[in-house]
């Protein structure tokens, strides 16, 4: 979907007409969360949003992955499939699976990192402990109550926050930011931003911490840019972040074009976008999960350049520090339980 614009709008009609069935959708919401969920027998990671969109969970996801692995953990990613037609459980095979299988995020993780793909997580909890998972990485899944987390961390753009802080329709949140808040383990901010500040003020009285982070572009998808004109579209949570990271990285950015969230393009939509780019004489860019939706197709042209990009934290060793700590301690549960 594409998001609409007041919901980042301090006030709007269209926010305050909507606000009575947002708080009906809120309360709905808070109750389900309550939930006891069902313990996977191994621990579970979070990787969430308040909100509606994008923020950064799939980089911070794959971060993670790396981290987990440098602890000697061999995580496997739980994903329900956004936008795929495909139930599961299964495995993701980049071989086998496009993104209308099992989605774009999924199909993207997949190049780095085991991933099932699930409706029901419990069946996909079954299926990645199967595969020899020691840890799930949940992408998404913050709101559901359907599965114990361990530990939950909540990313948040830093320079576009939380918008106007009212619940669906009426604005980006998927729940009362209070209820979400006593859930929250870890707050992951991306950017230099100050929109979430006052979340991290919230969530500092509760003594749960605030870690800082980046994304970083390659330095190999920037040397194929740099110098080029470049027409850069995208279908993503936040377009406008991707055409700014290009620009801040010395890209000249000649044109853009902005699709919803987790948009399927067309073939007629691709063919255009190559024949604009052929005429003006610019180099065709997008994101790397823009790219995974168009993997295997014919149409595609083989011009077009991904955007890689990953996710830096500030400080490592308190992000270690904090998986670790998690880690042991969801262990220690299971382990006086028996």
């Given amino acids: 979907m594409r998001e609409p614009a007041f919901w980042y709008r301090p006030r709007s009609l269209e926010s305050y007409a909507l606000g009575p069935l947002g708080a009906l959708y809120g309360a709905i919401t808070e109750r389900r969360m309550l939930s006891e969920g069902v313990d996977a027998g191994i621990p579970v990671i979070c990787v969430g949003n308040y909100h509606v969109g994008g923020a950064g969970k799939t980089p911070t ?69 199967s595969q020899g998972a020691t840890v799930i990485l949940m992408d998404d899944g913050f709101q559901n109550p359907r599965l114990l987390k361990d530990a939950s961390l909540i990313v948040i753009d830093s320079e576009r926050g939380l918008g106007n802080g009212k619940v669906f329709p009426a604005g980006p949140l998927r729940a009362p930011l209070n209820a979400q808040l006593a859930r929250t383990d870890a707050l992951v901010l991306i950017g230099d931003g100050r929109a979430a500040n006052g979340v991290a003020a919230e969530l500092a009285k509760r003594n749960k911490p605030e870690l800082r982070a980046r994304l970083r572009p390659d330095a190999e998808s920037v040397a194929r840019l740099l110098g080029k004109p470049v027409f850069a579209f995208a279908g993503i949570g936040d377009p406008e972040r991707f055409f700014r990271s290009l620009r801040a990285s010395g890209i000249e950015v000649a044109r853009t074009r902005s699709f919803a969230d987790h948009h399927m393009f067309s073939n007629d939509e691709i063919a255009a976008l190559a024949a604009e780019a052929k005429r003006e004489q610019h180099t065709l860019v997008t994101t790397e999960k823009d790219l995974a939706r168009l993997r295997g197709r014919e149409d595609v042209p083989d011009s077009i350049v991904p955007f890689a990009v990953q996710l830096e934290f500030d400080d490592p060793a308190a992000l270690r520090q904090l998986i670790s700590d998690h880690l042991y301690k969801a262990r220690e549960r299971r382990f006086s339980r028996r």
């Fill in 61 to 129: 996801v794959l971060a993670l992955t790396k981290l987990l692995r440098e602890l000697g953990e061999t995580p496997v990613v739980l994903s329900r499939g956004y936008g795929g037609r495909l139930t599961g459980p299964v495995m993701v095979d980049r071989m086998r699976h496009t993104a209308s299988d099992i989605g774009d995020e999924p199909l993207m993780m997949a190049r780095d990192v085991p991933v099932t793909v699930a409706r029901d997580r419990l069946d996909g909890v079954a299926l990645a402990k």
